[in-house]
Structures are given as C-alpha cells and as structure tokens.
C-alpha cells in the first residue's frame, strides 16, 4: 500500500473518538468534521447535525451519482466514535497510531467503525 493512500485513513484513525468513559468529546466533533470534509472533497454534500442536546454528532450528507438521475441509491450507515481501548497493555502497539502489519492495519476502529466507512 503507497504512503499516499494510507495518509488519509491514518489520519482519521488518530483521532481518538471515544464514545464511552474517558473520551473527549471534541474528538468526536473531530471525526465528524472529518467525515463531512471527505464527502464535500469527494463532490458531495454534508454537514453536522445533534439529534439530542449534548448528543453526539451525526453527519449527514449525499453523494450523487453524477451520470444518471435514476441511479440507485446507496445508504451508507455507519459510525465514526469507538470504545476505549484499555487495557492498553494489550495492545501492540499504541491504539491510535495506525501500524501496518502482514499487510493489515492495526489501529482502534480500523477493522469495523472507521473502517467499514473508508474501505482500502
């Protein structure tokens, strides 16, 4: 895998979006905002939006297909918080500081929450 392809997802996977117990919660904000900036990038529409008060940030955007207006439509369902990764003795390497290894990236929500948003 080329460095230019791994810098994006890297990035995101730093941000340690906590969900539960300990986290902070404008790194959550962070991987929101990061979500909404890569579908803008991607030409698409997206922004923030909190379903409760002190809820945390859902982000909403479309995507369209840009050669057919009857193209089917794709839903993307996913999300972007983790939970902790304690106990952090367990863990290899530090949990969000993405490492490559035997081809596999190592790095909290690389397998399932981040992961699934932003496939390599």
């Known amino acids: ?3 230019a392809l791994r810098d994006e997802p890297f990035e995101w996977l730093r941000v340690p979006s906590i969900s539960t117990g300990g986290g902070d ?3 959550l904000v962070r991987a929101a905002e990061w979500a909404v900036a890569k579908i803008r990038r991607a030409g698409g529409t997206a922004e923030l939006a909190r379903p409760v008060e002190g809820g945390n940030p859902l982000v909403v955007g479309e995507l369209r297909a840009s050669s ?3 193209a089917p439509t794709v839903l993307i369902y996913g999300h972007y918080d983790v939970q902790g990764a304690e106990p952090l003795d367990l863990w ?6 993405p490492t490559v290894r035997d081809g596999r990236i ?3 929500g690389a397998a399932d929450d981040k992961g699934n948003f932003l496939p390599l």
């Open 1 to 3: 895998m080329s460095d």
């Open 25 to 27: 919660p404008a790194d």
């Open 68 to 70: 057919r207006e009857d």
């Open 92 to 97: 290899d390497t530090p949990p969000f500081e």
């Open 106 to 108: 190592y790095a909290r």
